[in-house]
C-alpha cells in the first residue's frame, strides 16, 4: 500500500508540473476588448433655448423655492422629433422681477436647434410650476400637459394645430391651492381612457412659513415642519372631465410628502400600480386590484425603506429592468449622506435595496440627487444610470465648506449587474455644475442613441447630446392604442434578439416630476436582427411581431401588429 501511494504521489506531482509548465509556455491572454466610454457634449448653447429658471426666491427660503422642477420631452406636433417644455417657478411674496417668469416650449427643428413656440402654442403658464406630466387624455390622438403647481394645477389640452387650450376647470382638475408634485396619467381599470395620479408635497402657507438658522446662517426646512399632505386620483369619464376618487380607492388614506412618481406594473399582474416617492418619509407602493382600488404595500414590498430601515428625502423615482430578468426594478433618488437606492425586484411582488451589492449609489453619499434616468446610454444591452444633482441651500458652504450648491451630474456605467462610475471620462457635459433637478431623456436628434435634457434651479438648462461612439444596435418602438389609450401608457413591451430579452413599459410622469420616454428604446448590442417583439396591452390583448430590422423606429398599432409603421 505504502509504495503504490508514492507512486500516485509522484505522478500527481509530475502530472502538475507538467500542465504548470505547459501554461507558463502559453501566449499571455489577450485582455478583452475595452468598452468605448459613454461621452455627453454640452451643446446648450447651439440649440437656441434661452430659457432660464427662477424659483421665485425673495430671501425669505419658502420652502417650495428647493423644488422646482421637472420638465417633459414629448413630440407635441406629431413630426416625428421630441420637443420640450420646461417648468419655471414664479414670484413668491416678497420678490420683485422685471418679467413675469413663465414655463416655456421649444419646438425641435432637428439638428439640435430648437424655436420657442411658448406664446404661439399657449403653454406659458404663470403659476409656480413643480412636476409635470403627458398623456392623451381625450384619445384624439395629440398629447395633452398637465402641470402640478403650488397653487392650481392646469391641464392644456393639445388642438392639434400647434396650440393647446387650458382646459383644467372643465376637466376638473386643478386639485384646489396645494404644493404639487410628481403627476402621472395611467389607466387605472382598464377602460382605455386616461386616469390621473397627483402627488402632493406639504400643506405650506405663507401663513404658516417657519424660519431656520444654523449657527446663525438662514436654511431652509425640511418637509416634517409642516408634515404631509394627501394625494389625489381622478377617473376619467370618457367625456373630458374627470372626478376625483381619492377616498373610494383607497389613496387618500395615506398622506405623505410626495415628490417623484411613476405607475407601472410592478407585480406583473397585468394592471398598472402607483409608486410614491416620499420625502423624509416612508415611501408608498400602491397595489392595484385590477378594478381601480389600491391596497398600500410600500412595507411588505421592500420599497417603503431602504436596507437599513430609514426613510430616505426621496427625490426622484425611476424604474427599469437593469439586470434583463423580466421584472421592472426600482431606482430612488435621496438627500445627502443617502445613497441614491436600486431596489431589485425578486418577483412575487418583493424587492431588495441591492444598492451597495452593486454599485448603483456610487458616489451619490455626499449629493443632494433629484432627476434619474435607467437608460441603456451606449446601446449594449444594458441600462446605465443617470443622477442629476445639486444641493438644496445655496449657501451651504458656510455651513459645511465640503459640500456646494452646484454639482457635476453623474454616469453610472452597467457592467452585468453592477455599476462603475464613468462620469470622469463622460465629455464636458458632464463637467457642467448646477443646481440641478428634473432630468428627462429621449433620443433628440434620431440617431439611435439617449440623449438628455436637464433643468437647473436658478440657471439655464443643460442640454447634453450622446456623443458616444460603438457598434451596438438599436430598436426604437412606439406604441398606438385602438381599444386601449391611444399612446399605449401602460403596455409592456418584450423584445428578443438572439440570447438577449429585454422589457419595458409606457410610462407617463416619472423621475423627479418628470415625463419622458413615450417611445421606448432598446439597445441591442451586436445582434443585427431583432427576433420577436411583444406587446401586452392594459386589459390583456397580446401582439406580436417577428423577425425585424433593427436600427430603426417602429410604431406598432394595437391589433394591426403587421405589417408595422417604420420610420
Request: hydrophobic residues 35%; glycine residues 14%; contains cysteine.
Amino acid at each position: 500500500m505504502t509504495v503504490r501511494s508514492e507512486g500516485l504521489g509522484w505522478l500527481c506531482r509530475r502530472w502538475w508540473a507538467v500542465l504548470w509548465l505547459v501554461g507558463a509556455c502559453q501566449l499571455p491572454a489577450v485582455a478583452a476588448p475595452a468598452q468605448k466610454p459613454i461621452v455627453f457634449r454640452d451643446v446648450t448653447q447651439q440649440t437656441g433655448i434661452a430659457f432660464r429658471h427662477t424659483d421665485g426666491s425673495s430671501g425669505k427660503r419658502y420652502i417650495v423655492e428647493t423644488v422646482s422642477a421637472g420638465l417633459a420631452l414629448f413630440d407635441f406636433d406629431g413630426d416625428g422629433d421630441v420637443d420640450i417644455y420646461f417648468l419655471n417657478g414664479a414670484p413668491l411674496r416678497g420678490s420683485r422681477v422685471d418679467a413675469t417668469p413663465r414655463n416655456a416650449l421649444y419646438r425641435n427643428d432637428g439638428g439640435f436647434e430648437f424655436t420657442d413656440v411658448t406664446r404661439r402654442s399657449g403653454t406659458g403658464d404663470t403659476g409656480f410650476g413643480l412636476g409635470v406630466t403627458v398623456g392623451d387624455y381625450n384619445n384624439d390622438g395629440h398629447p395633452d400637459l398637465y402641470l402640478s403647481n403650488y397653487g392650481p394645477n392646469v391641464l392644456y389640452r393639445n388642438n392639434g394645430d400647434g396650440t393647446f387650450t387650458d382646459a383644467s376647470a372643465k376637466a376638473g382638475v386643478t386639485d384646489g391651492n396645494q404644493v404639487g408634485a410628481g403627476a402621472s396619467f395611467l389607466d387605472i381599470d382598464a377602460d382605455g381612457d386616461l386616469d390621473l395620479y397627483v402627488a402632493n408635497y406639504v400643506p405650506f402657507t405663507y401663513e404658516e412659513h417657519v424660519n431656520r438658522h444654523v449657527r446663525g446662517i438662514p436654511l431652509y426646512v425640511g418637509p416634517m415642519t409642516y408634515g404631509p399632505a394627501p394625494d389625489t386620483l381622478y377617473r376619467n369619464r370618457g367625456d373630458g372631465t374627470f372626478v376625483d376618487v381619492s377616498d373610494e380607492s383607497g389613496v387618500a388614506a395615506h398622506p405623505g410628502t410626495g415628490m417623484g412618481t411613476i405607475c407601472a406594473d410592478y407585480d406583473n399582474d397585468g394592471d398598472t400600480d402607483i409608486v410614491v416617492g416620499n420625502d423624509a418619509a416612508a415611501n408608498f407602493v400602491f397595489q392595484n386590484d385590477g378594478s381601480g382600488k389600491f391596497k398600500e404595500v410600500g412595507l411588505s414590498s421592500g420599497m417603503a425603506y431602504d436596507l437599513q430601515g430609514i426613510a430616505q428625502g426621496t427625490m426622484g423615482v425611476e424604474c427599469g429592468d437593469f439586470d434583463n430578468d423580466g421584472r421592472l426594478d426600482f431606482y430612488m433618488t435621496s438627500y445627502d449622506r443617502q445613497l441614491a437606492t436600486l431596489y431589485r425586484n425578486t418577483g412575487e411582488g418583493l424587492f431588495e435595496d441591492v444598492t451597495r451589492k452593486t454599485g448603483a449609489g456610487a458616489d451619490t453619499y455626499a449629493l443632494v440627487t433629484w432627476g434619474a434616468g435607467l437608460i441603456d446610454f451606449d446601446n449594449d444591452g444594458k441600462r446605465d444610470i443617470f443622477v442629476a444633482s445639486g444641493h438644496v441651500h445655496d449657501n451651504i458652504q458656510r455651513v459645511d465648506d465640503s459640500k456646494s450648491y452646484p454639482t457635476p451630474n453623474v454616469v453610472l456605467r452597467n457592467t452585468g449587474g453592477k455599476f462603475t462610475n464613468v462620469s470622469d471620462q463622460g465629455g464636458d457635459g458632464l463637467a457642467v455644475a448646477r443646481s440641478s433637478r428634473g432630468a428627462a431623456f429621449d433620443d433628440l436628434d434620431n440617431d439611435g442613441d439617449v440623449d438628455a435634457v436637464i433643468l437647473n434651479s436658478r440657471h439655464e438648462p443643460t442640454i447634453l447630446r450622446n456623443d458616444s461612439v460603438n457598434t451596438n444596435h438599436w430598436i426604437q418602438i412606439q406604441l398606438r392604442g385602438t381599444k386601449t389609450n391611444r399612446d399605449g401608457v401602460g403596455a409592456r413591451v418584450s423584445v428578443v434578439a438572439g440570447d438577449l430579452t429585454q422589457i419595458d413599459e409606457v410610462h407617463s410622469g416619472r423621475g423627479y416630476q418628470s415625463h419622458y420616454g413615450t417611445r421606448l428604446h432598446f439597445g441591442l448590442g451586436n445582434h443585427s436582427r431583432v427576433d420577436r417583439i411583444e406587446v401586452r396591452w392594459i386589459g390583456g390583448g397580446v401582439d406580436v411581431l417577428q423577425d425585424v430590422r433593427v436600427d430603426r423606429r417602429v410604431t406598432i398599432t394595437e391589433g394591426k401588429p403587421l405589417p408595422a409603421h417604420v420610420e
